[in-house]
T-cell receptor, first 107, second 115 residues
């Protein structure tokens, strides 16, 4: 099956800092989503982005499908950005998830 | 109520108990999913239902029994569980099975502890 690798596994930020999370995948995909899992376990949809660039407030994402990677940018980080960020790609009509990047934003 | 809801949010059960997890989606979707998330592990897909029909069983032990009576409701019946089954169980839905243009939405999860 398709392999999804996320880096870095852990990220500690000072409030106000910017960061980039990366997702590499091993095959071409039609569907890629970024999620944020909050401390209570809820997975929140951030972006549906099989290709191109999208922005939503302080978050933006870029997927370069031909090179099999996606990037999630967090700008001016806030403590509420803490949690685990997952990348998931479509493989055989189902989503395959990466192991996630755990982000801790310190005040 | 909107989105995907799950009940209960927390469940503690003994190995000989029988319990059920419930998921309901209010999005008009036709596909529903059960995932298991254990500590320090990626999300594992357990079951997929499309238009009430099971289309995927990802080698899940028979002590987990799913039921999908209609496109809005999904249950996970639990019996004779093991302590290693303790995990966060997440339900999700999408308009159709995942493909181009289809986005998946998750419920808040049920945190299960097997004692």
């Amino acid at each position: 099956g398709i392999q999804v690798e996320q880096s870095p596994p852990d990220l500690i930020l000072q409030e106000g800092a910017n960061s980039t999370l990366r997702c590499n995948f091993s095959d071409s995909v039609n569907n890629l989503q970024w999620f944020h899992q909050n401390p209570w376990g809820q997975l929140i949809n951030l972006f549906y982005i099989p290709s191109g660039t999208k922005q939503n407030g302080r978050l933006s994402a870029t997927t370069v499908a031909t090179e099999r990677y996606s990037l999630l940018y967090i700008s001016s980080s806030q403590t509420t950005d803490s949690g685990v960020y997952f990348c998931a790609v479509e493989s055989g009509y189902k989503l395959s998830f990466g192991a996630g990047t755990t982000v801790t934003v310190r005040a | 109520e909107t989105g995907v809801t799950q009940t209960p949010r927390h469940l503690v059960m003994g190995m000989t108990n029988k319990k059920s997890l419930k998921c309901e989606q209010h999005l008009g979707h036709n596909a529903m999913y059960w995932y298991k998330q254990s500590a320090k592990k990626p999300l594992e897909l357990m079951f997929v239902y499309n238009f009430k029909e099971q289309t995927e069983n990802n080698s899940v032990p028979s002590r987990f029994s799913p039921e999908c009576p209609n496109s809005s409701h999904l249950f996970l019946h639990l019996h004779t569980l093991q302590p290693e089954d303790s995990a966060l169980y997440l339900c999700a839905s999408s308009q159709e099975v995942v493909a181009l243009g289809v986005e998946q939405y998750f419920g808040p999860g049920t945190r299960l502890t097997v004692t």
